[in-house]
């Protein structure tokens, strides 16, 4: 029987689901995979798998590379949050042909004892903080910070993975540069040492260590919802992904036509 030809796969990365799915591809004969990242952080962890970084310019540019690299299979592993590059994903695919998979890991779900604050929005997070001075433990990524400038009585921790532009920081700040995954323990000790009265974070899922830790410390926590999810097929695992592309891999023409 002759092989079909290496599927040429694009994966819209930027997330440890993204990562660990090159890591299942790498060294395989059966997948060509290209992952991309938005270019958003400093010093990415080089993949095991050719990358790429920046944008495609939209829909449009995104379906011009598809078939420009003839590519045959499209991963959106991309954040819950990312939800531009994920409509462009959709958008392209369909105007491709080219089958698409969403790989997205469940949101986190609150347990009883938790003090979730559900928020749509980040500027509905900042506003929630309330009007008197709090300790917050702020943990939205670097991009989002501009709406808590509009509450500047509350004292911040920061964290992200990259320094936050100085532009977007409220004025009282601390500013903490870390690549988790973080302990539960580390986290309790982070926040307890800081004093921390209230938690902000998107419902990303994956890791959920700081979670666990407000809820051992008995802190709120203001939790922004996640967006509405890209419509089609999707999974939640790497390993479920892989099992995807190996039913397209076995599905195409062994002349690779
Ligand atoms: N939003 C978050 O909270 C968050 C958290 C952790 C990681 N991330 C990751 O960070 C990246 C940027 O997030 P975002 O919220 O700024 O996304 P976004 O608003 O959905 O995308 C903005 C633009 O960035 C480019 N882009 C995004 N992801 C890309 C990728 N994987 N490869 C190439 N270009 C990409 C696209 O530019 P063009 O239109 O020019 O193609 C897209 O239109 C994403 O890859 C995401 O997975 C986001």
Known sequence: MVEPPPLRTLI???TTEASALARLLAGDARFAPILSFAGR????VPPPIPH????????AGLAAYLRAERLA????????????????????AGATGIPRLVLRRPGWTAIPGDDWRRVDTVAEAAETLGADPRRVFLTIGRQDLLPFRAAPQHSYLLRSVDPPDPALVPPRATAIAARGPFSEAAERALMAGHAIELVVTKNSGGDDAKLRAARALGLPVI????PPMPSGETVADAPAALAWLLAHHAAADPRGV
Do not use: K, M, Q
């Open 223 to 226: 939790i922004v919802d996640r």
């Open 41 to 44: 952080t400093l010093a990415p």
């Open 73 to 92: 299979a499209l991963v959106d592993a991309t954040h819950p949050f990312a939800v531009r590059i994920s409509a462009n994903a959709e958008a392209a």
């Open 52 to 59: 790429r970084l920046g944008g495609f310019g939209g829909a």
């Open 12 to 14: 819209l990365g930027g």
